[in-house]
């Protein structure tokens, strides 16, 4: 591969969260499952994360819905995912609430 290729394809290589890993572990008797791609538009990445995180949070007390899961792409370059929020496990088995990226030390709650 050409020499800058870890910086193209980076996105690419982003570990899978936990629920994902499960989803695709085989079963006895596997349940179908399905996502839903809601495309939205944005003009840019920094209002596409205040959406995301916004929408998903609004939607957060539905069991259905993975909030740690929550990415977001280019629309012309969709292999390529943004976190919007953290993807750490914190102690119960919940995730990090911030924001991905964040300064600090790791919360289960959205107030630092």
Known sequence: ???GWEHQYSGLFTPL?????????ETAEPTPRYVIH????V????????????L???LAS????????????AEDAQ???HWVFC???????????WQADHDGACSPVDDP
Request: with cysteine.
């Open 1 to 3: 591969m050409s020499p």
């Open 17 to 25: 969260p936990r629920f994902a890993v499960e989803a695709y572990t």
């Open 38 to 41: 809601l495309p939205v538009v």
């Open 43 to 54: 003009a840019d990445l920094a209002g596409a994360l205040d959406l995301a995180r916004t």
């Open 56 to 58: 998903a949070r609004a």
């Open 62 to 73: 539905m069991p259905q819905v993975d909030v740690g899961g929550s990415t977001i792409s």
């Open 79 to 81: 292999h390529v995912r």
């Open 87 to 97: 993807d750490r496990v914190m102690p119960a088995h919940r995730r990090c609430a």
